[in-house]
């Protein structure tokens, strides 16, 4: 009878110090060494309906995964893992785990999951430690499929179609591949050189990258179906920065998140000179939401030398950001304005952020996000900040529904599917972000194996 690690609380993930790490970009989780993974690995106990699949939008094996492990077969695993997800050291980094594979843990119910994330990072670490490669045998069908979007989604349907033998090619506004992995997501929690070790992967399925190139603007869809592509999957994502609409948000010292991050991210402005693409921040920087990406942000803005502040109208208990990097965000220093509101950006004689006006909010019942309503309470306090990073959400760019006019959207502007996965052209899919607005890298991941599979079936028929 095997026995079980029944330790009630996870292997401690070690991390950089605090102190150290506001001051720099280096990853903050260390990751687990060969003993803690197998430890971690014992607390497994293999439960009969393994929910923790159920749990995972691309269905990874994990008891099996778990148990190489344990044995000690470490390439098993990742090859494990591989069969049904193709980035597994971004998602055991920025997965969140404890409402998919974890939250469904039965170990859960009775002290901590394991901890799954923390483990599929591990293997696929090592993995790329050793720089193991296994060819993919694959026979082309000779015929050609299209990806608009280089992110988690399309990377993923467009890895799905290629092991089917379809030659796929993905085209992407920016000149390198990954989306949000690359643009959005800072260093500290998951560094670029991964990211670009993990897309190999896909290339080396026959994946064919263009960048540079904006459909709807540097060519149509239609253009697409033209040169010959039979299929089209749409997975641009949700790059629309959302304001909130108060005076003051075109004054200098303004950032949306999406290029603040940006800026920082992909074009490395936290090593400006060497890196040619400067970002300004003042001694007091104020970050509006409560999400993940306002984390991002609070902590870039950090480590670039100003005093952040994140300012949200719930409850701290009540932001949406994964409990771990809000923890990460208090010990780096992070300040939280609670229960406040921004209602105004007020500027100098030259248009310089100085102050921001808020609101105190209280709060009601709940509403139907489950959390409770908040409330304005009229009462108003002004604090010196000059820069503000808006960190609200995002909505899919309208550019491809503006230049394909079969292709409907609703009035939030995401792209409407069927059941299927296809838009009201035909022969288009589409999926992730660009769909459900912005949502998390796995869940995008998911839509795009959806598809992969749809598209399969379309052109099988």
Known sequence: MAKYNMT??????????????NKNFEEVAIGYTLEMAKE???RCIHCKNSPCISGCPVGVKIPEFITEIVN??????????????NLPAVCGRVCPQENQCEG???RGKNGEPVAIGRLERFVADEHMAKKYSKPVEITSKNIK????GAGPSGLTCASDLAKCGYNVTIFEAFDVAGGVLMYGIPEFRLPKSIVQEELKNVIGLGVKFVGNTVIGRTKTVDDLFDEGYKAVYISTGAGLPNFLGIKGENYNGVYSANEFLTRINLMKAYKFPEYQTPIKVGKKTLIVGGGNVAM????????LG???????RRSFDEMPARKEESAHAIEEGINFLNLHN???????ENGNVKEVKVEKMKLGDADESGRRRPIATGEFETYEFDTVVIAIGQSPNPLIKDTTKEIQTNKKGCIIIDESTKTTKEAVFAGGDAVTGAATVILAMGAGKEAAKNIDKFLCE
């Open 8 to 21: 009630k609380e996870k292997v401690k993930m070690p991390h950089l110090d605090p102190n150290i790490r």
């Open 40 to 42: 971690e690995a014992e």
């Open 72 to 85: 000690n077969d470490l390439e098993k695993a990742y090859m494990k893992i591989t069969e049904t997800n």
């Open 104 to 106: 469904s843990c039965t």
């Open 145 to 148: 499929v299209a990806v608009v």
């Open 296 to 303: 991002d942000a609070a902590r870039c803005a950090k480590r």
């Open 306 to 312: 100003t005093d952040a502040t994140i300012i949200y």
């Open 342 to 348: 921004p209602v105004e950006i007020i500027a100098d």
